[in-house]
């Protein structure tokens, strides 16, 4: 009887012992927008503390919009920098997606990025023919090479690196890290409206649900196309309805996306481009080579890198509003 008592009293103890995850909820500013993470854990830390201290990081080696960080100094000449290992991930899953769109995604493109008017400088007043022809021979990948050593050589000096479509999705997976670090199994991290998700919901015992913004949804109203459930994948989208600009002068509308072949801001038949992939900053890349490719090409490339999944929306021929979704991102949309 004693052992049976003894039994059931190690067993009280074990129970009591395991405590069951929280769901916690952190949310801040960060890349210029903001975030909101959900995370389980059953040992409280300052996960903000962490999660701010990843973002500062990245900011110093590859944003463009602190005059100090690593890419800044190399923007603007300076050929002894010796980068992080951030820089050197963003610039090798650049070269990998460069490749891979056929130089459709190229972070070189800062200096047409600025001229337009979408950078960190004011704008080019008048963008003749001539003025962009004497721009594109500073953008391409092929013209910078990183060195073993880790110093960035580039064929021109006014070369520009350009990050911006890499950077926010790599911050969230370095967020990602962060929190598997301390433990954490199970998460869902938003930032700008980029997605990387891991294990479940605990709550509901399923895949997180997240929603695929429509096209004419309001910044102060979003609306979604679809929800869709995800599991340890990364998600990131790209469009030109909001992200545009009107030249007072002229009265010409730029798209964000830059097309680097030809250096022209002006929107394909992509609208917006949805993609999910095994990380976020790759679903990042792909969702900005998608807008610029156009969709025939986007749907050539779906089939060849099969771990993509992608939600096109696009006009037609007619001008009619469409949209293209591969088989993958399909088996995921919740009826």
């Not at 910078?144 to 690196?161: A, N």
């Not at 072949?261 to 969702?287: F, K, M, N, R, W």
Request: with cysteine.
């Amino acid at each position: 009887m004693r052992g049976v008592i003894l039994l059931i009293l190690s067993l009280f103890i074990v129970s009591c012992s395991e405590k069951v995850p929280t769901l916690r909820a952190v949310t801040g500013e960060g890349f210029g927008t903001t975030y909101n993470i959900q995370y389980y854990t059953v040992s409280e830390f300052d996960s903000k503390l962490g999660i701010d201290s990843v973002l500062n990081v990245i900011n110093r080696s590859v944003s463009t919009y602190m005059p100090d960080s690593d890419i800044s100094k190399i923007n603007n000449g300076d050929s002894t920098i010796v980068v992080d290992e951030i820089f050197r991930e963003v610039y090798q899953l650049s070269e990998t997606v460069y490749n891979a769109s056929e130089g459709y995604f190229d972070p070189t493109i800062g200096v047409l990025r600025n001229a337009y008017g979408f950078g960190d400088v004011k704008p080019i007043a008048v963008l003749s023919d001539e003025v962009l022809d004497s721009l594109r021979q500073y953008v391409g990948f092929e013209k910078v090479s990183l060195t073993s050593e880790g110093i960035v050589q580039k064929e021109y000096p006014e070369i520009y690196f350009d990050f911006n479509a890499v950077a926010k999705g790599y911050g969230i997976d370095r967020i990602g890290d962060y929190l598997e670090q301390e433990g954490v199994e199970n998460y869902l991290i938003e930032l700008g409206g980029e997605i990387l998700s891991k294990g479940k919901n605990l709550n509901k015992d399923s895949d997180w649900s997240v929603g695929v913004e429509s096209v004419s949804s309001e910044i102060g109203d979003r609306s979604y196309a679809a929800v869709i459930t995800i599991s340890d994948k990364g998600m990131a989208a790209s469009g030109n309805y909001r992200k545009f600009r009107i030249d007072s002068l002229s009265g010409k509308k730029y798209v964000h996306t830059i097309n680097p072949l030809t250096g022209l801001a002006e929107q394909s038949d992509v609208t917006s481009a949805t993609v999910i992939a095994a990380d976020c900053a790759t679903a990042d890349a792909y969702a900005t080579a998608f807008m610029a490719m156009g969709l025939e090409r986007s749907k050539e490339l779906l089939q060849k890198n099969t771990p993509l999944e992608a939600y096109l929306t696009f006009v037609d021929s007619t001008d009619t509003p469409q949209v293209f979704i591969t088989e993958g991102f399909k088996n995921r949309i919740r009826d």
